[in-house]
C-alpha cells in the first residue's frame, strides 16, 4: 500500500519535475563546457535520478603530462568525500561489537594526549583538536612524509591546546579524520587499505575505488593526476608530504563507483538501515542545540539533502544526495579550479549563479609596476582581476584586444589628489583617466570630506576611477572649534573631540591623518596637538601625510616635525608635493634628500610624492610665511625669494576678475606700483572681498614659479618618491597632465630614469606608500586596474592658459576590467569603488 501511494505520488509531480531536471541538466551541460573552454573547469560530472544515469560527461584530461583524456573510469582523490568512507567502517566495527562511539579514542591509541575525546567528537568534528598541518610545517622536515604514527606523535609530544571543550562546539577538523585511520588500523589489526577493500570495495564491486597515498602501495587503476594552471601552463599539484596520512582524504574513486556507493546507501549491503540514520543526524552539542553535519555528511535543514565537498592539493570533488527526490549529483575534478563544481551545485540545486567572463590583451610590452623590465606578453583577465600573465592563446570566443606592442602598466594611483570636488558633474573623470590614472587618494593638505559623504558620492552617481581617502586636520578643526577661531592651537577638549572625530573615520576605511600645516586653518596648531592626533592614526594602523609647516623659510624645521612623527608614532609619514620653493636654497636638493636618508637608516619610514612642476599652485596668502601682511619687507622678501613676478599667473581674483591669467609683474605694471607692493595690495583686496563676501569659498589662487626643475628632476628621482598630482579638475595644468608630463617630459625626452622605474613610482611604490595589497602591480590576483599607452608619444598638453588639455598617448584605460577610457573619450562605464583602509 506504501509503495503503491508513493508510485502515485511520482506520477502526479513528475512530468514538471521532469521538465525541471531537463531544463537544468541542459543549462550545467552548456556551462561546464563553456568552462572547460575557458580552464575553468577540468573533471567528470554525473547526475542520477534512482539510480539511474541522466547524464555524464568527462571533460578534459586525467594526465597533464601525457594529455591523457578522462574516462568514466578515472579515479580522482576524493579529497574530504574520502571520510564518509572512513566513518563507515568505524560504523561497521561499531556493528560487529569492536567499538563504541562514546568510547574514549585514548582506549584504542594510548598516546593520545587528551582524556575527554572520544570517536563520535572525531566523526562529528566536535573535538576541539587543531588541525595537524601547522604542526607539521612546524615540526618535521621538508623531505619527511608524514604518517599516522607520524601525526600521532606529534599530537603526543606537543599537545596544542584544544580549541574549545570537546562537544562545545562544530570546527571542520581533518586531524580527528587521520586518529580515526588509526583507530580503525589498532582495532581490525589490518591497513586501511586492505580493510577498506574488503568491507566495501568487494562487496560493492567497486573496480576503481580504493586507499592510496604515499605509503600505501600502488595506486588504483585509472588514477588521474592533479594540476594547476599558472600562467596559461599546467603544473603539478598532486601528492605531497603530508599525504602519508589516511583518513581525511585519500580514498580514490571515479564517478560511476561513486554512483553505486550512493545507491548503497539505501540498502543493507554495507551496514543496516538503523545504522545509518544515526550518520544521517545532526550532532548535537553540548548545549543541548544541533549542528548540521552526521558522521562524515552534512546535512541540509530538512534532513533530506546530504553532501560533501572535498579540496585538497589539485582535486576538488562534490556529492549531494537528495534522499527524499533519489537524486544524485557528482562532481571530480582534477584542477585546483573549484568555479566549475561550485556552479555546478548551484546550477542543480536551482540556485543563482554567476559564469566568470575573461578577456585578453595580447602582444603587450608588460611594465608590472614592480620596477621590473618591459616583458612582451599577454594579460588575461577573469572579471574584475588580473588572472594570468604569460604566452597566452585566446579561449573560443574571448574578447581580445591587440595590444600592437604597446605598453602595458597597472593604471596610475594618484596620491595626492584635489579632484574629488569635482566628480559629481564630471563623473567620466576625463582630467585623470587621460592620464592613466584609476585610483585618486584624496582628502589632502589637512581638507577632504568625511567617508560617509565619498561613500555616498559613489552611491548617488558612480564614477569611472577609485576613490581613497585620509582625514584632513584642518576639517577636524573646522569641525571642533568652528571655522573662525582656528588661529591658534586646540585646547585639550578640542582636541580629545577631534581623536574621536579621527577614530570614527579611521574605523570607515579613512587611510589615516592628513594635515596642511602651512595653512592658516592649522598653521597655528601647536606640534604636540598634531603629534597627538598622529598617534591616534598609528594605533589604528594608518598612515601619515603632509602638506609641510614650510615649503620655504622654515622648511628644515618642517622637515623635523614631520620626521618626529614617524619616529614617535613608528607609522609610516609622506612628505606631499615635496619641493624647495626658496630662491637662496635652490640647488639644495641633494642635502634635503641625504636628511630624509638618514632618518630612514634611523627607522623612520619616511616617504615623499611628487609633482613634475617648477610651479605650485595656491594662495597669495602663502607668500608671508610669517602671515604679516602689510609688511612691506616681507612682500618684498617674497618677490625675491619665494616667487617670480613676471613668471607667476593669478588664476582667480574674485576682487577684480580680470586679473585672471596676468602675471603679478603685469598687474604691478597696470597699477603703476612696485610688486611688493602689488602683492600687498591684492592680498588686502581679496580678504576684504572675502569678508564682504561672508568668508566662504576661495577668492583667489596663484601658480606661483618658485622651484628649479635640477630640484624637481632630484626629489622626483628619489627612490621613496611616488607621482602624486596634488591637481584638480581646475587649475594648476597638474590637474591633467601630471603623470603624462613625467613620462613623456621627463623620462622619454630628458631621460632622468627608465620608464620602468617612473611607472613603479605611479603604481608599485605608491600601492606601498599607501598600504593598498591588491593594486598597483600586473599580477594575478590584482585588481585589473590598467593603463595602455604608447611611450613614444605619450605627452601632457594642459599648460598655462590650456589646462584642461588632454594627453596625448594614453590609448585605453581599464577599471576593475572595464574600459573607462578609450583613444580621447569616456566609454561610460564607471566602475569605481571606495577603497577603505586594509585592516590588519
Ligand atoms: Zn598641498
Known sequence: MKKLLLFCFLNLVSPGLRAQTTARLKTLDWVLTQLHQRAMFNGVVLYAERGKV?????????????GEALKPTSAFNLASVSKQFIAMMIMQLGKKGRLRYDDKVRTYLPTFPYDSITIRHLLTHTSGLPE???????????????????????????????????????????????????????????????????????????????????????????????????????????????????????????????????????????????????????????????????????????????????????????????????????????????????????IMAGEPYRVPTTQ??????????SGLKARRASVRIRDNRIWEIGDLTPFPNETVTDAKGLTLAPGFIDSHSHHDWGLAKAPDALAVVSQGITTLVVGQDGGGQPVDSLRALLKRQPIAVNLATYTGHAALRTGTMGPRSLYRTAKADELAKMKDLLRAELDKGSLGLSTGLEYESAFFSSRDEVLQLAQVAADAGGRYISHIRSEDIALDDAIDEIIQIGRVTKMPVQISHLKIA?????????????????????????????????????????????????????????VNQLFDPAQSVLVQFAANPSYAGKTV??????????????????????????ENAGGSGSVEGIMGKSMDEPDVVN????????????????GHPRGYGAFTRVLGRYVRDQKIMPLETAIYKMTGLTAEHLGFADRGLIAPGYLADLVLFDPATVSDNAAIGNNTALSSGIQLVWVAGQPVYRSGEATGNRPGVFIGRPIR
Open 360 to 369: 585578453l590583451i595580447s602582444n603587450a610590452s608588460v611594465i608590472d609596476g
Open 665 to 690: 609683474g603685469e598687474v604691478a605694471r597696470l597699477r603703476q606700483r612696485t610688486n611688493a607692493q602689488t602683492l600687498m595690495d591684492l592680498v588686502a583686496e581679496a580678504s576684504a572681498f572675502s
Open 715 to 730: 626629489l622626483l628621482s628619489w627612490p621613496h618618491t611616488n607621482i602624486g598630482s596634488d591637481g584638480a579638475m581646475t
Open 582 to 638: 626658496l630662491r637662496n636654497q635652490w640647488g639644495q636638493s641633494p642635502y634635503l634628500l641625504a636628511r630624509l636618508e638618514r632618518a630612514r637608516a634611523e627607522g623612520v619610514n619616511i616617504t615623499a610624492d611628487c609633482y613634475p612642476y617648477d610651479y605650485w599652485m595656491s594662495t597669495l596668502r602663502v607668500l608671508f610665511p610669517k602671515r604679516d601682511y602689510t609688511n612691506l619687507a616681507s612682500a618684498e622678501f617674497a
Open 132 to 346: 595537524y598541518f601547522e604542526l607539521a610545517q612546524q615540526y618535521t622536515g621538508p623531505l619527511d612524509t608524514l604518517t599516522n604514527a607520524g601525526m600521532l606523535q606529534l599530537l603526543a609530544d606537543h599537545k596544542p591546546a584544544l580549541l574549545f571543550r570537546p562537544g562545545d562546539r562544530w570546527t571542520y577538523c581533518n586531524t580527528g579524520y587521520v586518529l580515526l585511520g588509526s583507530i580503525i588500523e589498532t582495532v581490525s589489526g589490518t591497513s586501511v587499505r586492505a580493510l577498506f577493500d574488503q568491507q566495501i570495495a568487494q562487496p560493492l564491486k567497486l573496480r576503481n575505488t580504493s586507499v592510496y597515498h604515499l605509503k600505501s602501495g600502488p595506486p588504483p587503476a585509472n588514477r588521474v593526476y592533479g594540476f594547476q594552471r599558472q600562467n596559461g601552463r599546467l603544473i603539478p599539484d598532486d601528492l605531497i608530504r603530508l599525504d602519508g596520512v589516511i583518513g581525511d582524504g585519500n580514498v580514490y574513486s571515479s564517478a560511476e563507483d561513486l554512483l553505486k556507493w550512493d545507491q548503497s546507501l539505501y540498502t543493507n549491503k554495507l551496514v543496516k538501515a538503523s545504522t545509518l540514520r544515526e550518520a544521517f543526524t545532526p550532532v548535537r552539542l553540548n548545549n543541548g542545540t544541533t549542528y548540521p553535519y552526521g558522521f562524515g555528511w552534512a546535512i541540509d535543514r530538512t534532513g533530506t539533502v546530504l553532501d560533501h565537498t572535498g579540496s585538497w592539493v589539485g582535486f576538488n570533488t562534490l556529492i549531494v544526495r537528495n534522499t527524499a527526490k533519489r537524486q544524485t549529483l557528482i562532481l571530480l575534478s582534477n584542477s585546483h579550479e573549484a568555479t566549475g563544481r561550485q556552479i555546478a551545485e548551484a
Open 54 to 66: 541522466l547524464y555524464q560527461k568527462e571533460l578534459g584530461i586525467a594526465n597533464h603530462t601525457t
